[in-house]
């Protein structure tokens, strides 16, 4: 869906600050949870375009990237009661963008951040309403090292959860964080596992 802002950056915000000045969706408004997220309904948000583009451009697009994924990480951390799997997205798919910047040309890399954080931004407004603790820094600590996540996010089965936490631990490699962490050991604790074996084990038809 084509993005309602220019891809362009024109002030002088920097994440994960400028998080707390995005407009919201009235949670008032009735919208279903397959609609919510894209951007056809942020030009209903008054204001949202103009903070989007407050951001400024980064000088270095690959640490821009790191501060996306964190700055959302934390977003994620500070709303334990929303829905988890919509924000999932805010860090897998800047991630995934990230890996293509090597096969895209350069001239492409700034564009294609800001589309990143154009679409971020399109899922915060939709999904969670403002809170303090979105751009604090979590002090929690995870319990699981990084062999144990690999470990159990295998086990767990969840598709979300093993692409999160491949993203987090990508991360996390990139620019050490204990947020990208704790939200994959998080995600695991909010979803159910996947059972390979339901299907199996499932009572016959009658």
């Known amino acids: 869906m084509e993005q309602p802002e220019p891809a362009a950056l024109l002030g002088d915000a920097l994440l994960p600050e400028i998080i707390a000045s995005i407009p919201r969706l009235d949670p008032e408004r009735k919208i279903g949870l397959r609609n919510k997220g894209f951007f056809l309904h942020m030009p209903d948000i008054a204001g949202w375009g103009a903070a ?99 470990e159990r996010a295998v086990e767990h089965g969840d598709q979300h959860v093993i692409k999160l936490t491949e993203a987090c631990l990508r991360e996390h490699a990139l620019r050490p964080d204990h947020r990208f962490l704790l939200l994959a050991e998080r995600l695991m604790e909010k979803v159910p596992p996947f059972f390979r074996g339901a299907a199996r084990h499932a009572a016959p038809a009658t």
């Open 52 to 150: 989007v583009s407050r951001l400024a451009s980064p000088d270095d697009v690959q640490s821009a990237f790191s501060d996306l994924t964190s700055s959302f990480a934390q977003v994620q951390l500070a709303h334990p009661d929303v829905f988890p799997i919509p924000l999932v997205h805010t860090v897998t798919a800047p991630g995934a963008m990230r890996v293509l910047l090597a096969y895209v040309p350069e001239e492409l890399h700034l564009p294609s951040f800001i589309a990143m954080w154009q679409a971020n931004a399109a899922l915060l407004s939709s999904f969670v309403q403002p809170r303090p603790k979105e751009i604090a820094p979590d002090t929690d600590q995870p319990r699981l090292t990084e062999p144990e996540l690999r």
